[in-house]
């Protein structure tokens, strides 16, 4: 019995069936509206004066630029703001721009406070004085020398 060369038909997939429209009052924040009114009033960028020069900082706070500072990457973070040229420009600037100055900047700006990193953990308390000998005994040193001595 010879076999028939003819391929057989591939069932065409179905389409994915359309999302049903959500009513709006679903939503407690509607960031598509927020992008959308931004957009119409053209999201002006922020004038900056800053080493004598002006500085155009864009209008939205770039979420990433968290992760920049927390990641102590500044630079980084100046340059995702103002782009790569400006951004070296920016940091060119003597004498540099310090860390509060920078916390200023974008509080002023985005109305975002970077804060200070992390305080150390305390120390733990100290319960009571020394604390007590497990044994009476002592030992004896091995070495013949003192603990703690330099060697000479």
Do not use: C, N
């Not at 019995?1 to 009513?23: K, N, Q, R, S």
């Not at 002006?44 to 004066?49: G, I």
């Not at 080493?51 to 990641?71: C, I, T, Y």
């Amino acid at each position: 019995m010879a076999l028939d060369p003819t391929p057989l038909p591939v069932p065409e997939p179905e389409p994915e069936p359309e999302p049903e429209p959500v009513e709006e009052a679903t939503f407690d924040v509607d960031l598509d509206a927020y992008r959308a009114a931004q957009a119409e009033t053209g999201g002006k960028p922020r004038r900056v004066r800053y080493g004598g020069q002006a500085w155009e900082f864009p209008p939205d706070f770039p979420v990433e630029l968290g992760d920049h500072v927390l990641a102590g990457l500044f630079g980084a973070a100046v340059r995702l703001l103002l782009g790569e040229e400006q951004g070296d420009r920016f940091l060119a600037v003597r004498p540099p721009m310090a860390f509060g100055e920078f916390t200023h900047l974008t509080s002023r700006l985005y109305g975002v406070d970077l804060g200070e990193s992390h305080a150390s953990p305390e120390p733990s308390t100290v319960i009571s004085g020394r604390s007590r000998p497990t044994s009476k005994g002592t030992t004896s040193s091995t070495s013949g020398r003192r603990a703690g001595a330099a060697k000479r």
